[in-house]
């Protein structure tokens, strides 16, 4: 799930490029354990800093034009290049566990149950 360049350009220009880990929500669903993604993806040569959540649950349908939900936990590794599309895959695997390790811990299980994701109809903006 990518965020648009108008939410990315939003996010704190000081915020370290690299992985992190946190909990994502799309819509009024369920509370998921998730990875991100904030950089410039080397390994495409992108040339827009992007902000990409791999939500680590499978969804049956697509979910695009839904309002997605994050609460960033934690950082895992700085971003880097690869050698190949194995090594980045390997790389992403690795991030998925080291994340859902990380989650399962006491003080970050907690935030799965915070008010952020089950604010009233309507009342979700810009400073959420």
């Given amino acids: 799930a990518n965020f648009s360049e108008q939410v990315v350009e939003s996010f704190p220009p000081d915020i370290s490029t690299g ?4 909990w994502a929500c799309v819509g009024n669903g369920d509370v998921h354990k998730m990875v991100l ?4 993806n080397p390994f495409y040569g992108n040339t827009k800093k992007s902000v ?7 969804f049956k349908e697509d979910f695009y034009g839904e309002i997605l939900s994050i609460v960033i936990v934690g950082y895992i590794r700085p971003e880097k290049n690869f050698d190949s599309l194995e090594a980045l895959i390997s790389a992403i695997q690795e991030d998925i566990e080291e994340a859902k390790r990380q989650l399962d811990l006491p003080e970050h299980l907690k935030l799965k149950e915070d008010n952020f994701f089950h604010l009233p109809e309507g009342k979700i903006g810009n400073n959420h």
């Fill in 19 to 22: 992985i992190y880990y946190g």
């Fill in 37 to 40: 993604s904030i950089g410039w």
């Fill in 52 to 58: 990409e959540t791999h939500i680590i649950h499978t």
